[in-house]
């Protein structure tokens, strides 16, 4: 048996590390653009703050302020404006991926959890853009 990482393993882990940076710095510049877009005396985060996301480790734990507080940004405005049918503005949703995200990092468990959190990181991102876009441009 020859060395672990041959030149294809190799290239897979490269490829494999591409992909995954890329989609968290995806990820990094959609909230961003919704951390914007909630006016910024409703901002529970800033928005730059965002990027320490594609911190590698470090987004294990950054992801428990990230998520949840922007959900909690869209609640203070839709609040403050008197709109309650927001519901809970997604929080089930943030706080749901931070602990799979979390979670995901335990071996074998990392499997099951590592889908869910990608599952739970699509929906939260889907309802954030949709209450993004409820927000006046202006406002």
Request: glycine share 8%; hydrophobic share 55%.
């Amino acid at each position: 048996m020859e060395g672990l990482l041959q030149p294809t393993h190799l290239f897979i882990l490269m490829i494999g590390l591409f992909v995954g940076g890329a989609l968290n710095i995806l990820v990094a510049a959609l909230l961003y653009i919704d951390y914007q877009r909630v006016p910024a005396r409703f901002r529970k985060l800033e928005p730059g703050l965002v990027w320490l996301l594609v911190i590698p480790c470090f987004h294990i734990v950054w992801n428990f302020f990230v998520f949840p507080r922007l959900s909690e940004s869209f609640k203070a405005y839709f609040d403050s404006v008197g709109e309650s049918s927001v519901g809970n503005c997604g929080q089930d949703l943030a706080l749901g991926y931070a602990i799979c995200s979390a979670i995901s990092i335990i071996p074998l468990v990392g499997c099951l959890t590592g889908l869910v959190s990608l599952v739970l990181v699509i929906l939260f991102l889907v309802k954030a853009n949709e209450l993004k876009n409820r927000i006046p441009i202006a406002a």
